[in-house]
């Protein structure tokens, strides 16, 4: 029974080129998590303050450790769908708290206590917003594509259904 769970959480027909996906991923992911953690000031605490992110000195660093958990869960394939879902909310809020305000040309309030910053760029708008989200828009895409069709057939998760059949 705790066999058939386990698989059930596994389970993936997506092609072993979905390696490159998970590549990808974590090859963002993981040492964009270290660097939050090594330099708090610049990328972690210090930064989400700046951008408006509530409890800075919190999040920073449980951002840092998601992102190198859940980029090193991709990168070998275990328990794939589980990882990619905080690093879908991860990209989601990015989005909201950095690009939103280019888009916008001007700092945004989501509610009275949680306003996030614009930052200092040449252009503002739509165009802008495309061009500093395009990474954002790609790692969350191949996030959702993971979510979607699991780690493939090259993964610790295929790995375990296998030996779940048996």
Sequence with gaps: MKCKMLASLCITEASRWSILIRLALAGVFIPEGIQ???????????????IGIPYPEFMGPFVGWVEII????????????????????????????????IWMGQDWMLTE???????????????????????DWAMLMAACYLFIVGSGQWSIDKLMIRKCDM
């Design 36 to 50: 939050k953690l090594m330099f708090p000031e610049i990328l972690g605490s210090g930064r989400f303050a700046k």
């Design 70 to 101: 859940c980029g090193s869960l991709i990168l070998i394939g275990l328990f794939s769908r589980l990882a990619a879902a905080p690093i879908i909310i991860t990209m989601l809020v990015a989005i909201f708290t950095t690009k939103i305000p």
């Design 113 to 135: 206590t949680m306003i996030f910053y614009v930052r200092d760029l040449k252009t503002y708008g739509f165009w802008s917003f495309m061009h500093e989200a395009r990474l």
